[in-house]
């Protein structure tokens, strides 16, 4: 008997050659420059062991500046981290979907144990086989591409959730300084009332006011305190709800510090959105729509039919011959074309189109609201700071020094007090308001509004 020449190993190159595909192509999704210069948390290749995917981060103490609060946020805040595993999530189906599919390998026994000649072995026949799926349609390399873009869309979710974050954290710690600055105002306040109380009981005492001033200055001593206590309530609010944004259970920092009566006039809203093609949900919809349409090629792919070859070697134990065996197998598609996943995969390649559209829309009508909100909040302070202020402040000292030289009423000390007040609790809101929206805007467009004049021709 001849030496069988061994043929596994030629069948199973040829399976592992049809099985290659080209490599992906597609480019890496750029950052937006918003908050690029603070390190962000960045999920390792190997998990760690354990339930806690997650170091524990430090919490700061002391002083709180805003660059702090942005560098322990973008590391230690839990949705961000999140965020994080999922892109590794999207890269482990990519390397899955890219893989070869594995060959079969059969072993066969016909012919034994039967009757007559086939009684018992010595007639049985003894094969094995290797078999494996040829696509030859190229759907591993769409599928491949189809995981790429899904990858991006993930990171695309993650770098808005680090904008979103960047934002967030500005908001709360600008709203944090806002609460410091009501807490103040509120301790100004009291101590005014204090001391216009104790200049009221003094009046009264020598009879040149009726006992009705001190007890109207009572109780807007009463209600000073009250009002403190309310500012001081929302100041550790707003500090618990900062600390939350790196996953903090309790403040253990003093107060913030953050330049919060700086403001700069917004540039012209033309240059704005000239810049709006780097917003996020642009970008995340072009890609979005990218993978519907590799979609649709991948469904027209599955629909080709897979041809599977398989090849082997016998034996045949009555002669103690051998032979070789070598088929293909084809699925006929009568039936199943795989039309309707084609026709669905064009569907949502219609309606990206149209959620694309609906998301320019609403972006540019954000823009607009947020330009304008800042504007006014920039023109209002500006306002405050250069005639109301000043003016509130003047009347309120004449009416002061009036009062205590036996000129004026204490009504006009109140009614004035009240007017100086007012204007000083308007300027803190239209500070915040402004830092809102500023921080709003640079969320739309991915940049600092400083950096806006250089960019745009």
């Not at 190229?138 to 934002?167: C, M, N, P, Q, Y």
Request: proline share 5%; net charge negative; hydrophobic share 40%.
């Amino acid at each position: 008997m001849e030496k069988p020449i061994n043929i596994i190993p030629v069948l199973l190159a040829l399976c592992l050659g049809s099985a290659t595909g080209w490599a992906d192509s597609s480019k890496e999704p750029v950052p937006r420059a918003l908050g690029q210069r603070f390190s962000t948390y960045t999920a390792p290749a190997d998990p760690p062991q354990g339930p806690d995917a997650q170091p524990a981060g430090v919490e700061p103490e002391g002083i709180l500046t805003l660059e702090t609060a942005l560098e322990f946020a973008l590391l230690y805040n839990p949705e961000l981290t999140a965020r994080a595993w999922e892109i590794r999530a999207a890269e482990a189906r990519k390397e899955q979907v890219g893989l070869w599919s594995n060959p079969e390998i059969g072993l066969e026994v016909e012919g034994f144990d039967g009757s007559g000649d086939l009684a018992g072995v010595d007639a049985a026949e003894l094969g094995i086989r290797l078999e494996h799926k040829l696509e030859i349609s190229g759907a591993r390399s769409k599928r491949e591409h189809v995981a790429s873009l899904e990858r991006d869309l993930a990171f695309w979710d993650f770098e808005t959730a680090r904008l979103d974050l960047i934002t967030g954290v500005t908001q709360r710690f600008m709203q944090t300084v806002a609460a410091q600055k009501r807490l103040s105002l509120a301790d100004d306040i009291l101590g005014l009332d204090e001391a216009i109380f104790a200049t009221v009981q003094e009046r009264v005492d020598a009879g040149k006011d009726p006992p009705v001033e001190s007890a109207k200055a009572h109780v807007t001593l009463s209600t000073a305190r009250i009002n403190r206590m309310g500012a001081e309530r929302d100041l550790e609010i707003a500090q618990q709800i900062l600390a939350e944004s790196w996953g903090g259970l309790s403040p253990r920092f003093e107060k913030v510090a953050g330049e919060f009566e700086t403001v700069t006039e917004p540039p012209p809203f033309d240059e704005l959105v000239a810049l709006l093609e780097q917003n996020l949900e642009f970008s995340r919809w072009t890609t979005e729509t990218g993978r519907y349409r590799a979609m649709v090629d991948l469904e027209s792919r599955n629909g080709i039919p897979a041809p599977s070859i398989f090849g082997g070697y016998k034996h045949f134990q009555a002669n103690d011959e051998h032979a070789y065996l070598f088929g293909i197998s084809i699925p006929l598609p009568l039936f199943d074309r795989n039309q309707g996943a084609v026709r669905e995969a064009k569907y949502n390649l219609a309606q990206a189109g149209v959620r694309r559209r609906m998301v320019e829309t609403k972006i540019r009508a954000e823009l607009t609201t947020a330009y304008q909100g800042l504007f006014w909040a920039y023109s209002t302070v500006g306002i405050l700071e250069s005639e109301i202020l000043p003016s509130a402040q003047d009347a309120f000292d004449t009416a002061l020094g009036g009062y205590r030289n036996g000129k004026f009423q204490y009504l006009i000390v109140l009614d004035a007090q009240r007017t100086l007040f007012e204007a000083r609790g308007s300027y803190i809101n239209a500070l915040e308001a402004y830092h809102n929206s500023r921080a709003g805007l640079e969320r739309l467009i991915g940049v600092e509004l400083g950096s806006v004049a250089g960019m745009v021709e």
